[in-house]
C-alpha cells in the first residue's frame, strides 16, 4: 500500500514538476509574442542546461545588471525534448513590459517549447483521468449490492439462553 502510494506521488511529482519548473516562463514569452529588443544593460551569470535520459533539457539561466553586478537580476527557466547543447542565448526585453526578459535561444524554439509543455500537460490529464477512472472502479467492486446480501438467522443451540427471542413457539401464557 505504501509502496503504490510513494509511486504515485512520484509519477505525480514527474509530470507536475516540468509544468511549474518552465511553465510561468514560457507564459511570459507567449505573452509578450514577438516584441522583444535585445538588452545591453543586463549579462548573464550563469547558463546550465541539462539533458536528462537523452530525453529532456532543462535550461537555467541567471543573469545580473552589467553596471551593478551585486543588483539581484532574475533567473530563466526553460524545457524542451531534445537538446539545446552548444547554442548561444542573448538576453532580450519586452518592449511593452519592461520587467519581462527572454532569451534569443528561448524565442527560437518557442515551437519546440510549446510542444514539450503540451505534451507533459497531456500526460498529467491522462495519468489523473486514470487514477479517477481506477478509484471509480475500485469503488463500485468494494461495495456488495443489496440484493447480494443474504441475511441468515442463526439457531440457537439447545441450553443456550437467547435474550429477546423465544426458545419454544408453542409456549402460552394462561
Known sequence: MVRGFLFLAAVAF???????????????????????V?????AIKESKCTRWYYLVSTCHIEYVARGDASRVGG?????????WSGERARLLRSTTD???IG???GLEHM????ISFSVFVLMLAMFLLTM???????SRTSKPSVADLKVEESVPTAGVRSFDRRQNGGAQVT
Open 98 to 100: 519592461p520587467n519581462r
Open 38 to 42: 535585445l538588452v545591453d544593460d543586463l
Open 132 to 138: 479517477i477512472r481506477f478509484g471509480l472502479s475500485a
Open 14 to 36: 514527474t509530470l507536475i514538476g516540468p509544468l511549474v519548473y518552465a511553465g510561468p516562463q514560457l507564459a511570459s514569452d507567449l505573452q509578450v509574442g514577438g516584441r522583444w
Open 111 to 114: 515551437q519546440q517549447r510549446v
Open 75 to 83: 533567473t530563466l527557466n526553460y524545457l524542451v525534448f531534445g537538446s
Open 103 to 105: 532569451t534569443t535561444l
